[in-house]
């Protein structure tokens, strides 16, 4: 390690702590252990408080009322929403600015697109940087959309570092002026790789040992797709192979519920096709799984539950449209699908049904490739170059 930093996360304090919430603790203790000093603003309180105490972090909250987002479709809506909560803003970076000076703060880092104004507006007035880890998508990609040229002149304005979890997510912010640099999400590779398997599950959901289970992580909602899954492994069974689901994930009500119930009704799967739904301990699920898959329709930024499958060996299923297409391996640690659809699905799965006798060998390569380069502690090596750039 070269010089001692000391980094700040700045969040919401509501926000969920799964997935790319998850993450970002996991870099925080990843680059606390390696040296450096980290700690968490919240600007109101919520989730962050107790995982921050769980994992004897520094948490600080303003209590403040939660910042606007910049949520408008159009450039227009959303210089609009700027100067709506401009006034807002600039109290919290005052705030922001004094903790700074308080705790002797290099670094301010945040996820989300809509705290980019406020973390770069709390480091302009001292010697603090801004880094902006995107988690999500701010453009198609193809040319300078309003959200595009929102976010580059505000990274340009206040000189902030950008870091894209996939280059798939990178290049929806364009590459001019700022061009951001490649970094993946910090997972808890411990926590997958020694995971205690929920053996129980089988036996309760009367799964046979020999059957095919496919799985999927995910909360229930129509970008996930689980319709998808549901009519493709419809079709398998209906071919006469034996096929169970496991489907984790809330909120098992709604619209979008009751559609699933309707297509499990559909194609006789009452018995074949098990909601589990939230669980606070997936890693116990990945290893009763066959295949785990992400089917979201929508472009997938980075997909976390890729790597926690790959993590308890084995292989995923994906539609290679974002990070997905870039984390897993085309018939190597699992399968590629490029059309989302129940006959594009129902053909995937045939073709990883035939590979049965690879299950193993990939779930091991899609362990292999996991550890080597999507871990907290391979994430927060990078990180620490990234600052030691900055720095200098």
């Not at 809506?77 to 970076?93: L, M």
């Not at 909120?251 to 669980?279: C, I, M, P, W």
């Not at 790959?310 to 490029?338: Q, R, S």
């Not at 045939?350 to 999507?374: C, P, S």
Request: proline share 4%.
């Amino acid at each position: 390690m070269g010089i001692k930093h000391i980094i700040a996360w700045i969040v919401q304090g509501t926000e969920s702590v799964y997935g790319v919430g998850r993450a970002q603790v996991s870099l925080a203790q990843a680059i606390r252990e390696r040296g450096h000093d980290v700690l968490f603003i919240a600007i109101t309180e919520g989730a962050y408080r107790k995982i921050c105490e769980e994992k004897g972090i520094q948490y600080i909250c303003l209590n403040k009322p939660a910042l606007g987002a910049y949520d408008a479709s159009s450039y227009l809506g959303k210089i609009r929403q700027y100067f709506k909560t401009r006034r807002q803003e600039i109290g919290y970076a005052k705030s922001i600015s004094e903790k700074i000076q308080d705790y002797n703060i290099n670094f301010l880092h945040t996820l989300w697109g809509n705290f980019v104004s406020l973390i770069g507006r709390s480091t302009e007035q001292n010697s603090a940087h801004a880094i902006w880890e995107m988690s999500d998508l701010v453009g198609k990609g193809k040319g300078f959309s309003p959200n595009c040229i929102f976010y580059q002149l505000l990274c340009f304005r206040y000189n902030v570092t950008v870091l894209q979890n996939s280059h798939f997510t990178g290049n929806t912010l364009n590459r001019w002026p700022v061009s951001a640099k490649p970094f993946s999400p910090a997972v808890d590779a411990e926590r997958f790789l020694k995971a205690q398997t929920d053996l129980t599950c089988l036996q309760k959901n009367n799964i046979p040992a020999d059957s095919i289970t496919i799985g999927s992580v995910a909360r229930i909602c129509e970008d996930k797709a689980q319709h998808l899954l549901i009519e493709a492994v419809g079709k398998l069974v209906q071919d006469g192979l034996n096929v169970h689901v496991l489907i984790l994930g809330g909120d098992l009500e709604g619209k979008y519920y009751d559609r699933l119930q309707t297509l499990v009704s559909r194609y006789d799967l009452n018995a074949r096709v098990h909601f589990l739904g939230a669980v606070p301990n997936p890693e116990a699920y990945y290893p009763l799984m066959d295949i785990h898959v992400n089917l979201r329709t929508y472009p997938e930024p980075f997909g976390i539950s890729v790597i926690e499958g790959m993590l308890c060996g084995k292989p995923a299923f994906v539609y290679a449209l974002g990070g997905p297409a870039e984390t897993v391996i085309d018939n190597v640690t699992g399968w590629h699908i490029h059309t989302p659809t129940v006959d594009g699905c129902y053909e995937g799965f045939k073709r990883a049904i035939a590979d049965r006798h690879r299950w193993l060998q990939m779930g091991m390569d899609a362990k292999a490739h996991a550890v080597e380069n999507y871990t907290a502690a391979k994430v927060a090596k990078q990180y620490e170059c990234y600052l030691e750039e900055i720095s200098n």
